[in-house]
């Protein structure tokens, strides 16, 4: 048996390092490689894949009891900005690329029809009020958010504690 130097604790700790590496990367291998162990990692991923489900449908009720502008909502108000964007395009090639004297102001307002680009400027701008007002609530509320993934890093850690605990109990 070689002599041991007891003087370099980085050398001894190294050395016990390597020994304990073996023995418990061999005894972790076989186990993660059964069967059992597969079906505790599935019932592990199941239940996370559950939980976020479970946040998921919490935040999309929390969200919609606060009255926040969903996805439809903001889709509208693009449809009408585009709108509004075509209807001021299509005035423009009329004002200025079509100079002609007898311009016919009649055939352009009805072509145009300013009453309704100004109902959808009035549409946009009351929609656009309520998707700010919404968004103010929104980072009001983002507090609650962060409590709920608090609570669920909590939940998962917890979890990790009772799934490393339960292979022991074989």
């Known amino acids: 048996m070689s002599e041991q130097n007891y003087s370099d604790p ?18 972790m ?3 993660v490689q059964k069967e059992e162990f597969s079906e505790w990692m599935g019932s592990v991923i199941d239940f996370n894949l ?6 998921n449908d919490q935040s999309k009720t929390f969200l919609e009891a606060s009255n926040i502008a969903s996805k439809e909502d ?3 108000v693009a449809s ?11 005035l423009e090639d009329q004002l200025y690329l079509d100079s002609q004297p007898e ?11 300013i009453v309704t680009v100004k109902r959808d400027l009035s549409k ?5 009020k309520s998707i700010h007002q919404q968004v103010s609530e929104l980072k009001s509320s983002m507090e609650s958010i962060e409590q709920l993934k608090s609570s669920m890093a909590n939940i998962e ?6 799934t490393t605990k339960q292979p022991t109990n074989q």
């Not at 009408?80 to 299509?90: A, M, Y």
């Not at 850690?157 to 009772?162: E, I, M």
């Open 10 to 27: 980085l050398k001894m700790w190294k050395q016990m390092y390597d020994v304990n590496e073996k023995y418990f990367g061999k005894m």
């Open 29 to 31: 291998n076989e186990y």
């Open 50 to 55: 559950f939980c976020k489900k479970m946040l």
């Open 74 to 76: 903001i889709a509208n």
């Open 80 to 90: 009408l900005v585009i709108n509004l964007e075509s209807k001021v395009d299509t």
């Open 103 to 113: 311009l016919d102001v009649a055939a352009l307002k009805k072509e145009l029809d």
């Open 124 to 128: 946009l701008k009351a929609e656009t």
């Open 157 to 162: 850690q917890l979890l990790q504690q009772l």
